[in-house]
């Protein structure tokens, strides 16, 4: 599927943009789509909570500082474990994509490492995470996310340290959201970047108010969730070149 370029220029014009990313993250976006002319509409499919046990996390937090290399998979990794510990580190660290890597920056990593291709594909090109066999690596985020990782990391070897410091639960959604779907026009923009996301809304929303979201415009960050979105009914699919706010706005821009 061949990715859209940029069109930012040419604004929303008044296009609801469906924001799915999780309860209390969506902000920013939110602006910068109503910058862009648009009407966002939060739809969250995640919910993010730290875990249960704090003091086992932050134990496991020091050991996973002390490995070689380290890899958060998300902006919420970092911030979750800082909470816990300052992340003060001599490991080589990588970061999934570039909003993780400005949230390691902010909390004191000055150099990390994050690919071209902001995905989990894209960092295990990376050459850093060539030559694993005997190295310490350790893979911060949450659980139930991420097995591409996990899996290609101990396939290369690597001892392998995984360490959970946040929850994803399902979002609440109330009849609110509901019946802004029900008037949500064929023309919006749903932005998706999380498969979870996506299975949620599906398993929580009544079947007419996932219709009604399915017969809007997916915009996607990766050629997998593509795969996801059109499996779960959506029919028309754009794929953004990654996760990105100014990617998925970009993808979201009406042709001309």
């Not at 902006?75 to 660290?93: D, E, G, I």
């Not at 959970?164 to 970047?193: C, T």
Request: proline share 6%; glycine share 8%.
């Amino acid at each position: 599927m061949r990715r859209p370029s940029p069109r930012n220029k040419q604004g929303l014009h008044g296009r609801t943009v469906v924001i799915t990313r999780p309860a209390g993250t969506a902000s920013a976006l939110a602006r910068r789509v109503r910058a862009l002319g648009g009407v966002p509409l939060l739809l969250p499919g995640l919910a993010l909570r730290g875990v249960a046990d704090a003091a086992t996390a932050r134990t496991g937090l020091r050991s996973a500082l002390a490995a070689e290399l380290i890899v958060f998979t998300s902006p919420a990794a970092v911030r979750y474990a800082a909470a816990l510990l300052p992340l003060q580190t001599a490991a080589t660290v990588l970061a999934v994509g570039q909003g993780t890597a400005r949230a390691l920056r902010r909390h004191g990593i000055a150099a990390p490492l994050a690919p071209r291709r902001q995905d989990s594909e894209g960092l295990l090109e990376h050459p850093a995470l060539h030559a694993l066999r005997g190295r310490r690596v350790a893979l911060i985020g949450a659980s139930g996310g991420r097995g591409v990782l996990r899996e290609q990391l101990a396939a290369r070897g690597a001892q392998l340290h995984e360490l959970h410091v946040y929850r994803r639960v399902p979002p609440r959604l109330d009849r609110r959201h509901v019946d802004a779907l029900l008037q949500l026009p064929a023309s919006a923009q749903v932005l998706l970047s999380s498969a979870e996301a996506l299975h949620n809304l599906q398993q929580l929303l009544p079947p007419v108010a996932w219709t009604r979201l399915c017969a809007a415009t997916a915009v996607v960050s990766s050629e997998r969730l593509a795969t996801a979105a059109r499996a779960a009914g959506f029919q028309r699919i754009a794929t953004a070149a990654s996760a990105l706010s100014a990617d998925l706005l970009a993808a979201a821009m009406p042709a001309h």
